[in-house]
């Protein structure tokens, strides 16, 4: 039976954890309205992107000479898994749902007998897969001490991406991320950059807008669709890590906000034990003094 | 002026301008070229250089680094990795620019190329000294 100081300073140290997760709750809270409205502002490019290139992609009339970003190199052998995780943990299983994802595409594939290769965004994912995955891991690319995330991230990695292609290092890529759908709920989502995979349905869309007309192309179609599906893969990995970060803080909101009333929970049940053995000791402190009374 | 059309500046962080304008000159990857109302629907990368834009109230220049330009009947989109106001520029990025300008005039392979890099560099130029 621990005693009532002892009770005491329990209460206190839960107290002082409760206030630690109820502000970082706020913070997550705060930091994740800019980060939903930062993958909002992003999506029109996005969109405008798709269409074009959905356009262009439909007009290429033989998938032969069309570039390998399209129609891949015609292999499938090495894989490279663009993993995009937080830098920071204490957000639920944010980061470990991703990673499971990660893992169990990168075990089934090794598992065809295919070559696995795993770029790490974000040091948490790369963490989680270093006991098992760890000589996977290619290559890691460092969020650390960003504030928010920027263009110049997604070309960056795009840039590492395109020159490990333009070398032959890997057939196939795909990226990893967390869909963010709300926030209780963030989707761990994998998206196939390369070859890239063009968005079905919006043909009609593009072409209802321009009221069927044709586009001239300057330069030639292909050069232009070549250069297009480059931009495109950066604004992929942007998309991905705007949506990531949103995620990231969503899943911290929700994660410290159980954390908030776990420790809330404590408080109760641990105040009403040190209550009762307070009380206890009352009525064991007057019995005494009483059967000294009578004693005498 | 036969008429507006809307003019749309996108960069991957956000709308930077949505607006109607009358006429707006864009710095196209084979030359500059204006677009108007009812002009034909074209696709076009961008070179580095200053897309000017006239509105029936004012004119304003924005200096883009690469980029795309789609024109259909209704709207100019223009898909930019870097824009800014040239008025509201200040001239630390101005200078970032114009490194920027003078590495892809190393990547150019065309002389007409070559000769519109560098115009945009003579623009940034007169813009640090201004």
Known sequence: ?296 | MAGTFKFELVSPERILMSVDAEQVIVPGSEGEFTVMAGHAPVVSSLLPGVIHVTTAKDKQAIFVRSGFAEVNAEALTILAERAFIVEEADPRQIDSELDAAKQALDDCDSDEARLHVNRAIEELKALVKS
Not at chain 1, 25 to 54: F, G, I
Not at chain 1, 71 to 99: P, Q, S, W, Y
Not at chain 1, 131 to 139: A, E, H
């Open chain 1, 1 to 296: 039976m621990p005693s009532l100081k002892d009770l005491r300073n329990r209460i206190n140290s839960v107290k002082a954890t409760r206030k630690i997760t109820k502000a970082m709750q706020m913070v997550a809270a705060a930091k994740l309205r800019r980060a939903q409205e930062a993958a909002e502002a992003s999506r029109p490019y996005a969109e405008r992107m798709d269409e074009v290139l959905a356009n262009l992609a439909k007009g290429v009339a033989n998938p032969e000479g069309a570039s390998p970003l399209l129609v891949g190199t015609g292999k499938d052998e090495t894989h490279l898994l663009v993993m995009m995780t937080a830098e920071r943990g204490l957000c639920g299983g944010f980061n470990t749902n991703i990673a499971k994802l990660v893992r169990n595409d990168a075990l089934r594939l090794l598992k065809e007998g295919k070559t696995v290769k795993i770029l790490a965004v974000g040091r948490k994912g790369a963490d989680n897969l270093k006991r098992d995955l760890g000589s996977k891991i290619t290559d890691r690319h460092s969020l650390q001490g960003l504030k928010s995330i920027g263009f110049e991230q997604a070309s960056t990695i795009a840039d590492k991406i395109m020159s490990g292609f333009a070398a032959g290092e890997f057939d196939v890529c795909t990226m990893y991320f967390a869909q963010f759908e709300s926030v209780i709920s963030q989707k761990p989502t994998a998206l196939q950059l390369i070859p890239a995979k063009l968005p079905e349905g919006t043909d009609a869309d593009a072409e209802a807008a321009n009221g069927g007309a044709v586009y001239e192309y300057e330069p030639e179609e292909d050069v232009i669709l070549d250069q297009l599906l480059r931009r495109n893969i950066a604004t992929q990995i942007f998309r991905g890590l705007l949506e990531n970060a949103a995620s990231e803080q969503g899943a911290r909101m929700s994660a410290m906000d159980n954390a908030t009333r776990n420790a809330s929970d404590m408080i109760d049940s641990l105040t009403l034990s040190y209550n009762r053995q307070r009380q206890a000791q009352i009525t064991k402190e007057l019995i005494e003094i009483i059967s000294g009374a009578e004693a005498l």
